[in-house]
Nanobody, 118 residues
Framework: QVQLVESGGGLVQAGGSLRLSCADS????????MGWYRQAPGKQRELVAT??????????SYADSVKGRFTISRESAENTMYLQMNNLKPEDTAVYYC?????????WGQGTQVTVSS
């Protein structure tokens, strides 16, 4: 089983930075694909960034709205993932969730609140 736990959210002023973490406290299997999603009040959950570990190395992808400001990374050989968020904007305010895909199953964390004040 996989249990993902996020941390690192908080309140920050526009232009500031936060670093989110996501760790799996149970599984001994390596999750190949992990990602960060966010959901703002009244909006659908949206993809922020993904990171995939494969034979040829690590690949990442980002939503256009965060490119150049956010960086996703992970620890090698562990189900621990990070999201470095720089130059935060009020529109980045949301609950941020991490997701791991292991086989045919998806696992979600409980979410961490990020609030960016203008």
């Amino acid at each position: 089983q996989v249990q993902l736990v996020e941390s690192g959210g908080g309140l920050v002023q526009a232009g500031g930075s936060l670093r989110l973490s996501c760790a799996d406290s149970r599984s001994t299997l390596i999750i190949k694909t992990m990602g960060w999603y966010r959901q703002a009040p009244g909006k659908q959950r949206e993809l922020v960034a993904t990171i995939t570990s494969g034979i040829s190395g690590i690949s990442t992808s980002y939503a256009d709205s965060v490119k150049g400001r956010f960086t996703i990374s992970r620890e090698s050989a562990e189900n621990t993932m990070y999201l470095q968020m720089n130059n935060l904007k009020p529109e980045d305010t949301a609950v941020y969730y991490c997701k791991g895909t292991l086989g045919a199953r998806e696992y979600w964390g409980q979410g961490t609140q990020v609030t960016v004040s203008s």
